[in-house]
């Protein structure tokens, strides 16, 4: 995809975030939106700043749960004929959980897997129709840093991510082996300056287990986040977009641990676990 001109972007979890940043970033570009949330008042407010942008944009809003595959669907179906065609489905929404894997229950896991997978695959295999039918699609999944490696009381949120670089990866290259109008990228970010940690869930058990109040757990994985603002995330995604990449890593943080880990491979197991003692001592 050369530019985003009368193009239709699909965008999950835009009410705040890289979702908000990536719809004003492309109705600047003369994009119209399709925008979904489960937080409607942040979505309105995402809507107004994306026509603040460029009044010549078509901008429509539905209050969507990812994680609930009938109106994802129905959703996309809406998009299309809203719109006329849909080019481009940014599947970003995601939340966070802590909790030792030990302890994590059954809901933790399907709550988590609902929007950060689930939502994924709903949101792919919902629009992909209409991204074949435009003859110019492309498919922008969010994985993570968390989604390359993993740290220590993060494993629900580890394997959500792992499960959408791995759906992204293959899904590219089928795409690419049926010679589909259509391509997929995966994005990785690192530290970005979002709402994710604030809303994240902390499992009691994991504050017993550690020593650590979750007000003060939040605030340090806040801080760990701050490293790239969402309005360099989303230039840096729509370039990949442009450029066809397989995978963008946002943020300086992303690009060093994944060469890291490419570099040392499982050794970098045991520099996390010394980090994740030194932080917990603090």
């Not at 699909?10 to 908000?20: D, H, K, L, V």
């Not at 990812?66 to 006329?84: E, K, L, M």
């Not at 390359?148 to 993060?154: A, D, E, F, G, I």
């Not at 089928?174 to 979002?194: D, F, K, Q, W, Y």
Request: glycine share 8%; charged share 25%.
């Amino acid at each position: 995809m050369k530019d985003f001109n009368n193009k239709v972007a699909a965008i999950t979890g835009a009410a705040s975030g890289m979702g908000r940043t990536l719809a004003i970033q492309l109705a600047q570009r003369g994009c119209h939106l399709s925008l979904s949330d489960v937080n409607e008042r942040g979505l309105a407010e995402t809507a107004e700043l994306a026509r603040a942008a460029n009044r010549g944009v078509k901008i429509t809003t539905a209050r969507i749960d990812t994680a609930n595959r009938d109106a994802v669907y129905a959703w996309a179906d809406q998009t299309a004929a809203d719109h006329g065609k849909v080019n481009l489905i940014f599947n970003n929404a995601g939340v966070a959980l802590a909790t030792l894997l030990e302890k994590a229950k059954r809901e933790d896991f399907e709550w988590i897997m609902g929007i950060n997978f689930w939502g994924v695959v709903w949101g792919t295999q919902a629009f992909l129709p209409h991204l074949k039918a435009s003859g110019d699609g492309h498919v922008i999944n969010t994985s993570s840093l968390f989604g390359l490696l993993s740290v220590p009381l993060n494993g629900c949120y580890n394997a959500s991510k792992f499960a959408v670089r791995g759906y992204t990866e293959c899904l590219r290259m089928e795409l690419e082996t049926m010679n589909e109008p259509v391509s997929a990228t995966c994005v990785h970010p690192g530290g970005i300056r979002t709402n994710i940690a604030k809303d994240a869930r902390m499992d009691p058990n994991t504050s017993k287990a550690t020593g650590v109040d979750p007000d003060v757990a939040r605030k340090r994985f806040d801080k760990l986040l701050n490293t790239t603002t969402a309005e360099s995330a989303a230039r840096q995604i729509l370039r990949a977009v442009e450029k066809n990449k397989r995978r963008v890593l946002v943020g300086p943080d992303a690009k060093f641990l994944d060469k890291l880990v490419r570099l040392i491979g499982t050794w970098y197991q045991p520099l996390i676990v010394w980090n994740t003692r030194k932080m917990l001592k603090h």
